[in-house]
């Protein structure tokens, strides 16, 4: 069974630029979350989508967004980059409801880069 | 809102060794789930061992065990007989079970050395 995938796996934007970042989850898993892990802040929950419906937010401004698809892949989208937002972009799929697996599977996330 | 803590922003251990990561967090839920993540350099993060709160027995997965005290709100990661890849950062996690929500609470991490 293949693992979580993200897509791209670097990215070098301008500030003001926006971006979108993809993550296709393992297969049959329902729910998708995405973390932004920088040496600062550490790992922080963005959002998390759980049949195509935003479950859960984090503490981000309105510039990120996020949204799932039938297929269970998600997208996240940043808007109006800053030099701040340069950070390890993480996905993480679930089978939910848990039902006895409450694990959590990694992509090996998106770099991005704002210059 | 709960909060996870690693004390040890490093640690190191020689080859075939014992070492213990510590984790504490707090939580005003009865019900929930803990785990320990590695990231290698590559960035994938891998689940290494996980916890149920209701579950009074230590969750063990080959080399690693885990030693959890409720009550002081404690999940120590034990590896033993280290081998050098096992050079990585140790993320303590936590989810609730109550809310439906998958989301993880990470504490801030130790990188943990393997001398040869």
């Known amino acids: 069974k293949a693992g979580v995938t993200q897509t791209p796996r670097y990215l070098i934007k301008t500030r003001g630029q926006q971006v979108t970042l993809s993550c296709s989850p393992i297969?049959?898993?329902?729910?998708v979350s995405w973390y932004q892990q920088t040496p600062g802040q550490g790992l922080q929950f963005l959002f998390e989508?759980?049949?195509?419906?935003?479950?859960n937010k984090g503490n981000f401004p309105g510039r990120f967004s996020g949204r799932q698809f039938s297929n269970s892949r998600s997208e996240m989208n940043v808007s109006t980059l800053e030099l701040g937002d340069s950070a390890l972009y993480l996905c993480?799929?679930?089978?939910?409801?848990?039902?006895?697996?409450?694990?959590?599977?990694f992509g090996q996330g998106t770099r991005l880069t704002v210059v | 809102a709960q909060t996870v803590t690693q004390s040890q922003p490093e640690m190191s251990v020689q080859e075939a060794e014992t070492v213990t990561l510590s984790c504490t967090y707090d939580?005003?839920?009865?019900?929930?789930?803990l785990f320990w993540y590695k990231q290698p350099p590559s960035r994938q993060m891998i689940l290494v061992i996980r916890?149920?709160?209701?579950?009074?027995q230590n969750a063990t997965e080959n080399r690693f065990s885990v030693n959890f005290q409720k009550a002081a709100k404690s999940f120590s990661l034990k590896i033993s007989d280290s081998q050098l890849g096992d050079a990585a950062m140790y993320f303590c996690?936590?989810?609730?079970?109550?809310?439906?929500?998958?989301?993880?609470?990470f504490g801030k991490g130790t990188k943990l050395t393997v001398n040869p």
């Open positions: 916890q149920e709160a209701y579950k009074q």
């Open positions: 993480a799929s679930s089978l939910a409801p848990t039902g006895g697996y409450p694990e959590a599977f």
């Open positions: 297969s049959g898993h329902r729910s």
């Open positions: 939580t005003s839920e009865s019900d929930y789930y």
């Open positions: 989508y759980f049949s195509e419906t935003q479950r």
């Open positions: 996690a936590y989810r609730a079970t109550q809310g439906g929500s998958e989301k993880l609470v």
